[in-house]
């Protein structure tokens, strides 16, 4: 009982260290509570289901999926191939979802066949699988676009012809979802179309923890020897995790995309990964046990951070920049308090 109750208020520590250096920043920031909700709102909006997408592979022992943006490289590529054959309106967006969605779970498969290879460093590999993919995103539309890859949207392309532009307009994609149905917070407009994906993708991961594929996923991540014993098939299991991480991943950056109204065709997807998996320890879950609810209260407490951090740095010390460095700081660092965190308690459980 007494290991139980450690373990719980060790968990506990990264909430309440944001919780405090929240409440701090919002006295040092000068700015409006009303403020503060339309901007966090807006974020969570923007992030929740890419933050949902790291709980599977948690769960089956996995550890954080660092190579969730693949999922996202894919959606922006998809966005960019639906634009050059000037697929617009309700049909492209359609179009995007279904592209995304199918690659992802292709591109999945094949991450998830690696992972096996590779049990027991499956965070490290993720980590360089995602370095690999952003080389070779980068490379097919800097310089494969209008060299192997015929150009139809003159658009989207530089005036030499060759490499994408670094800012696409998805507004033609963006308008569909708004004219279905808005929801205004502050000055903020949110599709109802938006909010409803949401909704379900956080519902589906829910519930498919408490199915008969969910309990096979908590027993490989529990025991991969015990489970394999008891007749499940581990492998396929994993992989199973990994496609559904990847497309959940690629839908939440379709939600992204469509919220902003743009795409930032090199750099969008850059750290998306990163500020997830913080996003996610920040709500207490671990290398080894995450819940939705850790999904919620973590993207709530890492953007209300990312929020108050910079004007309370210019107010505290006249200087924006550092509150700027504080976000990264922020994120990095929690990876790392929680990192060290379970390998004590893993130690722990190794000396009782």
Do not use: W
């Given at each position: 009982?007494?290991?139980?109750?450690?373990?719980?208020?060790?968990?506990?520590?990264?909430?309440?260290?944001?919780?405090?250096?929240?409440?701090?920043?919002?006295?040092?920031?000068?700015?409006?509570?009303p403020f503060l909700?339309?901007?966090?709102?807006?974020?969570?909006?923007?992030?929740?289901?890419?933050?949902?997408?790291?709980?599977?592979?948690?769960?089956?022992?996995?550890?954080?999926?660092?190579?969730?943006?693949?999922?996202?490289?894919?959606?922006?590529?998809?966005?960019?191939?639906?634009?050059?054959?000037?697929?617009?309106?309700?049909?492209?967006?359609?179009?995007?979802?279904?592209?995304?969605?199918?690659?992802?779970?292709?591109?999945?498969?094949?991450?998830?066949?690696?992972?096996?290879?590779?049990?027991?460093?499956?965070?490290?590999?993720?980590?360089?699988?995602?370095?690999?993919?952003?080389?070779?995103?980068?490379?097919?539309?800097?310089?494969?676009?209008?060299?192997?890859?015929?150009?139809?949207?003159?658009?989207?392309?530089?005036?030499?012809?060759?490499?994408?532009?670094?800012?696409?307009?998805?507004?033609?994609?963006?308008?569909?979802?708004?004219?279905?149905?808005?929801?205004?917070?502050?000055?903020?407009?949110?599709?109802?179309?938006?909010?409803?994906?949401?909704?379900?993708?956080?519902?589906?991961?829910?519930?498919?923890?408490?199915?008969?594929?969910?309990?096979?996923?908590?027993?490989?991540?529990?025991?991969?020897?015990?489970?394999?014993?008891?007749?499940?098939?581990?492998?396929?299991?994993?992989?199973?995790?990994?496609?559904?991480?990847?497309?959940?991943?690629?839908?939440?950056?379709?939600?992204?995309?469509?919220?902003?109204?743009?795409?930032?065709?090199?750099?969008?997807?850059?750290?998306?990964?990163?500020?997830?998996?913080?996003?996610?320890?920040?709500?207490?879950?671990?290398?080894?046990?995450?819940?939705?609810?850790?999904?919620?209260?973590?993207?709530?407490?890492?953007?209300?951070?990312?929020?108050?951090?910079?004007?309370?740095?210019?107010?505290?010390f006249d200087n924006?920049?550092?509150?700027?460095?504080?976000?990264?700081?922020?994120?990095?660092?929690?990876?790392?308090?929680?990192?060290?965190?379970?390998?004590?308690?893993?130690?722990?459980?190794?000396?009782?």
């Open positions: 009982m007494k290991n139980r109750n450690r373990i719980r208020k060790e968990d506990f520590l990264v909430p309440a260290a944001f919780i405090l250096f929240s409440v701090i920043c919002f006295f040092l920031s000068g700015i409006s509570f909700a339309e901007q966090v709102s807006l974020r969570f909006i923007r992030n929740i289901i890419l933050v949902l997408a790291l709980i599977l592979p948690i769960m089956a022992g996995m550890g954080l999926n660092f190579a969730v943006v693949i999922g996202t490289m894919i959606t922006q590529a998809s966005f960019i191939f639906v634009l050059n054959f000037q697929v617009m309106g309700g049909l492209g967006a359609v179009l995007v979802l279904l592209l995304s969605l199918a690659f992802a779970a292709l591109f999945g498969l094949l991450i998830g066949k690696l992972l096996n290879m590779v049990k027991g460093r499956e965070m490290v590999t993720s980590i360089v699988v995602g370095l690999l993919a952003n080389y070779i995103y980068q490379l097919i539309f800097v310089a494969g676009f209008g060299t192997l890859i015929k150009v139809n949207n003159e658009k989207l392309v530089l005036s030499t012809g060759i490499g994408v532009k670094n800012m696409v307009d998805l507004k033609t994609f963006k308008e569909v979802f708004d004219h279905v149905g808005v929801i205004k917070i502050g000055e903020a407009k949110i599709s109802v179309i938006l909010l409803l994906i949401i909704a379900l993708t956080g519902a589906f991961v829910f519930y498919l923890m408490r199915t008969p594929l969910g309990q096979k996923i908590k027993a490989v991540g529990m025991s991969e020897e015990r489970a394999e014993n008891s007749g499940i098939h581990v492998n396929k299991i994993r992989i199973i995790v990994i496609v559904l991480s990847t497309v959940i991943a690629a839908l939440g950056q379709f939600v992204y995309l469509q919220n902003i109204g743009s795409l930032n065709v090199y750099t969008e997807h850059l750290d998306t990964e990163k500020f997830a998996c913080a996003a996610l320890l920040a709500g207490g879950a671990s290398i080894r046990k995450a819940n939705v609810r850790n999904a919620f209260i973590g993207v709530i407490l890492l953007h209300t951070l990312f929020v108050l951090s910079p004007l309370a740095g210019r107010n505290t924006a920049a550092l509150g700027e460095y504080f976000r990264s700081f922020a994120a990095y660092g929690v990876i790392a308090f929680a990192l060290v965190m379970n390998l004590r308690l893993e130690r722990q459980k190794e000396s009782c």
